[in-house]
């Protein structure tokens, strides 16, 4: 009997097995993308029913304020929540977690203060009246997305991305079933607020009592004089990583503020049903995938730099594979599709889909490893690329409706830029890579 096709098979799911499964990263993984995914199929699944309750407007007004909620969550804590990771010392990590907790009540304050100071001035230039009344949710919003974030980083240290994911997915299905339930109230555009704010706020408790019950040990070597030892280590977080976050997220979240103030909430509203159906999954795993390859890069930095490089370059490759089908084949239909499944007046937001097709998949591939520079303590390199994104992206839009361009052409100059900035930020970050590679193995040679 002839048993080369069965060892072939064999072969090939040995291969096929080891490809998902054999090492702890692809595990974790797949754990926290799992998790992330099925939350995000979620949010997808029900959208149809969300545009049939509200309007583009509504999803404009939700795209402003999500956009001003991320610019201000970037910088919650300064950074110090990334720092979490890095320590070899279980009780060190612990005292920047209280410490960026601290900071971050804070910044809720100072949100909150400006707010109730500015707050109309910020809604008109912004041209989202409807938003005035709901700006209460925001520095609520700031506190609960930075606690989230905080014990989030404790829980990938831990490597609990199970729990992790868990709460992934009650963030989302808290979202979604306040904004139907605001819906059939016909609560305008409130329920899309009120939902995106509880959504994000949703886990926390859970990994709090987490922490609480099982890191006490580790919280009891908290104190006022290691905290402030800490913060002195760590201080290039909150001066140069916390202003390059800051610029990162204005540069990705300011698009959609300048799109409803040069061409209205509708416009606006179809960029926010872009991102609610493709940028925000894309984003949410991608997430994922980096807060695992942040967590095993840290400690590839510090034990085997040439692990580290196989890591980054292997992880570029699965990603450009798993984002970049998809993202075609969907670009390919997306007129016709959101048509069809959102309603007549949503035929545009699959024509951006297309023309943002390229700088969508490499937003993919790219975004997973943009703490590599962070992680290796190459801050200003990573400052002075979310500066040049920011010029490159604001400067397009800006230059869009200085010439006065219509939309499309706008999104054109929006969907070249995206893709121009994210290559430019892989190869910034696979030299450094390399960097270390060879002062790895300089250090070695050395000690030899």
């Known amino acids: 009997m002839n048993n080369t096709p069965l060892l072939e098979n064999a072969g090939i799911m040995t291969r096929v097995k080891k490809f998902f499964f054999g090492k702890t990263f692809i595990r974790n993984v797949l754990v926290l993308t799992g998790g992330t995914a099925f939350a995000q199929l979620l949010v997808v699944a029900v959208s149809p029913l969300l545009t049939r309750m ?56 100072l949100t909150g203060t400006f707010v109730w100071m500015f707050g109309d001035v910020l809604v008109q230039w912004v041209n989202a009246p409807a938003l005035g009344p709901y700006l209460w949710l925001l520095p609520c919003s700031v506190f609960g997305v930075g606690l989230y974030q905080i014990l989030n980083y404790w829980s990938v240290r831990k490597r609990e991305f199970g729990r992790v994911a868990a709460t992934k997915v009650r963030q989302s299905t808290t979202q979604v079933i306040t904004q139907i339930a605001c819906g059939l109230m016909a609560w305008r555009p409130l329920g899309l607020l009120l939902g995106d704010a509880i959504g994000r706020i949703g886990g926390s408790g859970t990994l709090a009592r987490n922490v609480l019950r099982t890191d006490r040990e580790s919280l009891r070597a908290v104190c006022g004089a290691r905290m402030k030892q800490m913060a002195v280590r760590y201080k290039r977080f909150p001066l140069l990583t916390s202003f390059s976050s800051l610029f990162n997220s204005a540069g990705l979240q300011l698009p959609p503020l300048l799109l409803v103030a040069f061409f209205g909430t509708q416009i606006g509203g179809f960029y926010a049903l872009v991102q609610r159906v493709v940028g925000a999954p894309m984003t949410m795993v991608g997430q994922s995938v980096a807060q695992v390859f942040f967590g095993e890069s840290a400690r590839l930095a510090r034990e085997n730099p040439k692990e580290l490089k196989k890591l980054y370059f292997k992880a570029a490759g699965k990603l450009l594979l798993f984002g970049g089908i998809p993202i075609g084949l969907l670009a390919l239909i997306a007129p016709w599709a959101f048509e069809l499944i959102f309603g007549d007046a949503w035929k545009e937001a699959g024509v951006y889909i297309q023309i943002m097709a390229p700088g969508f998949i490499a937003q993919f591939v790219v975004v997973p490893l943009s703490q590599t520079l962070n992680m290796l303590e190459r801050q200003g390199i990573q400052l002075a690329w979310d500066i040049f994104r920011f010029v490159v992206i604001i400067g397009g839009l800006v230059l869009s409706s200085v010439l006065k361009l219509p939309a499309r052409e706008a999104i054109i100059i929006y969907g070249a830029g995206m893709f121009v900035c994210y290559v430019v930020l892989f190869f910034l970050s696979a030299r450094a890579v390399i960097q270390h590679f060879r002062k790895g193995i300089q250090h070695e040679q050395h000690q030899e």
């Open 54 to 109: 509200y309007g583009p407007d509504d999803f404009g007004t939700l795209a402003v304020y999500a956009s001003l909620l991320s610019v201000l969550a970037v910088i919650a804590s300064l950074r110090y929540e990334l720092a979490i990771l890095l320590p070899e010392k279980e009780e060190d990590a612990a005292n920047i977690m209280v410490l960026s907790l601290l900071t971050l009540v804070g910044m809720t304050a």
